[in-house]
């Protein structure tokens, strides 16, 4: 179809010709099927729309996940079924399916973006077989009836005028107040069938809960494993999952509630500017008005974008109640100055089952490091009775940018969903992120970290920030380095160094014995490459073998506690670029608080100037007897960061040593140098200047990248004079 709103009218067709027909969408997608949705609602189809929740665009696009596509869709007509883990997408999707045949209207079965939906974890599947006995059949057959046919035609999609329309609204209402008890039921045969239950509200925490939040989505999550720790130390607090938002059952949404509560919270994940209330928590002020329910009850708002929500955040959400004066209408994860929303957060709380191993894993996007990181899931995941969890975050740059790969292994379920902030074992794969990020921030003391870099123990003085090291002796870090690139160029290949780094992990992390992981890795190999032939599978077997011997460690001086940082130099950077910008591009945009941006979304041009990442790992070297002026490199990079320079004679004066140029060849180019100069810490060595290069003998030569910047880095700045 040419968009969601063409793919929403093929979905109500099948539909209407008696196919039962789903679809998956999320975002502006979504919200272009809502004329659609009113439709499949209003006509009884027993539609299902799988929606991994994301925001809106609105001041600014953000292809990441909260509630706000869903909500705009919660007048529609259609039920809606929350998830908050991967497990439960498993088991209530089905619940949806079962649901929607049941009682004749259709469902969104929504999860939260990104967060759940690209969450790798260990779950139980159900079989196809195991689902067929829970279908009622005879329901489906009966909606096979109903279907458009010449052989029993009727007139469907009337127009009607103010007589008769509202009683056609009205008409179905009893099937709506069926669906609490239609869906309980469904879930009970799931539950049957699987051993995990589930209500339309499920309740955790103390018996004789006083402070309780009423939550959905992945949030319920962190927020059960905070109660869980929360109550160990003897507070009482406790937690409602909303699992069926539409139609909401007021009678059960009550009936989950501890007697006991004194103060409830609704947090909802999603931004309604100008209403007295996000959704969630107006529907449950009308049930508490309702029923006479005497608690005090607050709203809060959190996780817009994916913005983290921690178990620090959730304690401060359970600190809020108890307060003399707690605030109401707040924000929970940012730190609102303008109108004092936010709530205080205390320091990191980690509230993980003891004995969960966490890692955290920086990469570069295209060298192989995500991909490694779901194998290694896998392998521990399939053959141990642990369990796995696997979370990405991605910068918005795909190749070439960052990965941080967050993993978790332990014996007990694993609930965090949320960053690893406490690790026990960090990698970072690409040497240059040593000045561009805060690499170990929240290891653990007696941590592990690993380098990839070809620096020598003699070498790191010279090459780590001060802040690091000290961070390292202070923390008494195991440090190891491999020389991943040399490891991967010698094997053939390239740049992709994710078995070296993969190797690396099993040995020193010690998640599972190490010659069984070799073993699983080999395996792990011979699945995934097998169809590409006997030499690429030779290669990244060498890769693991070698990838064994190389892990160097290197000593951690004592003196290293007590240096200090090194200052800055001062640069006449924009306002922006200094407050803004740069607090981004090195991963604390969490703490700029909200006076830091414009109220419509508008920000100044001609900054990505100022971000110089040098993460290459090589980069082209130009070779000026071999050049034809040909241009093509310039022309086929894809970063503009070859550049061809014209210069008069005049305008070399004070020009570096190694600012070599050509007599300009063409004609009205007399009396002008030509030079091809590299931007090297733009460029992120994909090699096509060197590829294209029809010179004879290559003009464009990819060398190491610390071979280059010393000499380029002042030639470039030179040239842009």
């Known amino acids: 179809m040419q968009s969601e709103a063409g793919a929403a009218g093929a979905v109500h067709g099948g539909l209407a010709g008696g196919a039962l027909t789903i679809t998956f969408t999320a975002s502006q997608g979504l919200l272009l099927m809502i004329p659609n949705m009113y439709k499949i609602a209003g006509e009884m189809l027993p539609a299902v729309f799988h929606v991994s929740a994301r925001a809106i665009a609105s001041h600014a696009l953000s292809i990441f996940g909260d509630h706000q596509d869903v909500m705009a869709c919660r007048q529609t007509g259609f039920s809606m079924l929350a998830e908050a883990s991967v497990q439960e997408v498993m088991d209530l999707a089905l619940v949806a399916h079962m649901s929607a045949i049941e009682s004749s209207l259709p469902f969104v079965s929504f999860f939260d973006g990104f967060r759940t939906s690209h969450e790798i974890q260990k779950i139980e599947v159900i079989d196809y ?75 955790v925490g103390a018996v004789d809960a006083e402070r309780v939040v009423v939550s959905m989505g992945s949030s319920c999550e962190t927020l059960e494993e905070t109660v869980n720790y929360l109550v160990s130390k003897g507070e009482k607090v406790g937690l409602i999952k909303v699992r069926l938002f539409r139609p909401l059952s007021a009678a059960h949404l009550l009936a989950a ?6 103060t409830v919270t609704v947090l909802d994940r999603t931004k309604e500017p100008g209403a007295l209330g996000d959704p969630l928590y107006l529907d449950v002020c009308t049930a508490f008005v309702e029923a006479g329910q005497k608690a005090r009850l607050l709203a809060g708002r959190y996780g817009l974008g994916s913005k983290e929500f921690t178990p620090a955040m959730s304690k401060a959400v359970y600190d809020n109640m108890a307060a003399k004066t707690p605030k109401n209408h707040f924000t929970v994860g940012i730190d609102d100055d303008v109108t004092g929303s936010s709530l205080a957060i205390s320091g990191p709380l980690d509230s993980t089952p003891k004995g969960t191993v966490q890692c955290k894993f920086w990469g570069l996007g295209s060298d192989g490091t995500v991909g490694a990181n779901k194998q290694a899931i896998k392998i521990i995941g399939d053959n141990t009775d642990m369990y796995a969890q696997g979370y990405f975050a991605y910068d918005s740059k795909k190749s070439g940018g960052i990965t941080i790969s967050h993993l978790r292994f332990g014996n007990s379920p694993i609930q965090s969903t949320y960053l690893v902030t406490a690790a026990d074992y960090v990698a970072c794969h690409n040497p240059s992120y040593v000045h ?141 670029v200094h407050n803004v910008m740069r607090p981004v591009l090195a991963q604390k945009g969490d703490k700029l608080p909200v006076s830091a941006f414009s109220l419509d979304g508008t920000m100044p041009v001609a900054t990505s100037k100022f971000e110089k990442r040098g993460v290459a790992i090589k980069v082209p070297e130009w070779i000026a007897d071999n050049c034809i002026q040909c241009n093509q490199c310039a022309f086929v990079c894809p970063h503009s960061a070859l550049r061809p320079v014209l210069s008069t004679k005049d305008e070399l004066a004070g020009a570096p040593k190694s600012f070599a140029t050509l007599e300009t060849k063409g004609k009205g180019m007399e009396g002008l140098n030509f030079r091809i100069q590299v931007n090297t810490l ?40």
């Open 257 to 262: 509630l501890p007697k006991t509560a004194k």
């Open 436 to 576: 561009l990020y805060d690499l170990l921030d929240g290891i653990k003391d007696g941590g592990t970290f690993v380098l990839n870099c070809a620096w020598t123990a003699k070498d790191m003085d010279q090459m780590l920030p001060a802040s690091m090291r000290r961070t390292m002796a202070e923390k008494k870090l195991k440090f190891y380095t491999v020389d991943a690139v040399k490891i991967a160029g010698s094997v053939g290949l390239g740049g992709r160094i994710n078995m070296i780094m993969q190797t690396a992990f099993f040995k020193l992390s010690e998640v599972i014995p190490f010659d069984q992981a070799v073993e699983l890795l080999k395996q792990g190999i011979q699945t995934a490459y097998g169809k590409k032939g006997e030499k690429i599978v030779n290669m990244n077997v060498a890769a693991v073998e070698k990838g064994m011997d190389a892990i160097v460690e290197v000593p951690v001086p004592e003196a290293w506690k007590k240096l200090t940082d090194e200052t800055g130099a001062t640069t006449n950077e924009p306002a922006y």
């Open 129 to 203: 077989e195991d689902m067929k006995p829970l279908i009622n059949m005879e329901k489906i057959a009966a909606f096979r009836k109903r279907a458009m046919n010449p052989e029993h035609p009727d007139v469907r999609g009337t127009a009607q005028n103010p007589d008769i329309y509202f009683q056609g609204r009205e008409a179905t209402n009893v099937y709506y107040q069926a669906v609490p008890g239609i869906v309980q039921e469904c879930m009970d045969k799931v539950g049957a069938l699987t051993g995990r239950k589930y209500k339309l509200f499920d309740y």
């Open 682 to 721: 733009d460029c992120l060595g994909c090699g096509n200047c060197a590829d294209i290069c029809p010179a004879k003998e290559k003009a464009l030569v990819m060398q190491p990248i610390a071979t280059q910047t010393g000499v380029q880095v002042p030639n470039f700045e030179f040239s842009e004079t």
